[in-house]
């Protein structure tokens, strides 16, 4: 398995379910925002994703976002739906993810990190000893660096993605 396959490749964020992070030895997740939760820029989460968030979290399942973005969009976001964040994580270096593994209150056992992105969310799982679930980007996005990436991700989503189109 290389740096840049995920544990488990998914469309959606609430298509995971607390059986399959059971089934995977998982207590701790670590949450990407942009087009994981919410389109980028926006406050309002995707349909489901509130709901999704509660019904974790009352599994016994600890969540802390764990995203690039600023703190002036991940703060008030992450407020909004209810957890913890780590802001400019910095992912794939694991800076961010041991920041967010300290707001933790007790030891993460296995921590799985989810998140849209091979080249931040999977690779910084990877490299960090993580699991990683990676789903499919929900919205459209601009801007040169994001476009580079996801023309880079579209032969490892092929064949992840192969066996459920
Ligand atoms: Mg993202």
New binding site residues.
């Given amino acids: 398995m290389g740096l840049l396959t995920p544990t488990v490749a998914l469309r959606k964020v609430t298509e995971i379910t607390p059986e399959l992070l059971k089934e995977m030895g998982i207590d701790a997740i670590l949450l990407?925002?942009?087009?994981?939760l919410a389109p980028p820029t926006e406050k309002t989460p995707y349909e489901g994703v509130q709901q999704w968030i509660d019904t974790i979290k009352n599994s016994g399942f600890a969540v802390v976002i764990c995203s690039n973005n600023f703190h002036s969009r991940i703060t008030p976001f992450s407020e909004s739906v209810g957890l913890d964040c780590v802001a400019m994580s910095m992912k794939p270096f694991p800076i961010g993810f041991n920041r967010a593994k300290k707001k933790l209150h007790e030891k993460p056992k296995a921590v799985v990190v989810v998140?849209?992105?091979i080249y931040t969310d999977v690779l910084g799982a990877n490299l960090a000893g993580m699991q990683s679930i990676l789903l499919e980007p929900r919205s459209e996005e601009k801007g040169l660096t994001i476009w580079i990436r996801r023309k880079l991700e579209v032969g490892i989503r092929k064949k992840l993605y192969s066996d459920k189109t």
Avoid: F
């Avoid at 990407?32 to 994981?36: A, E, G, I, K, S």
């Fill in positions: 990407d925002v942009d087009n994981t998140g849209d992105q």
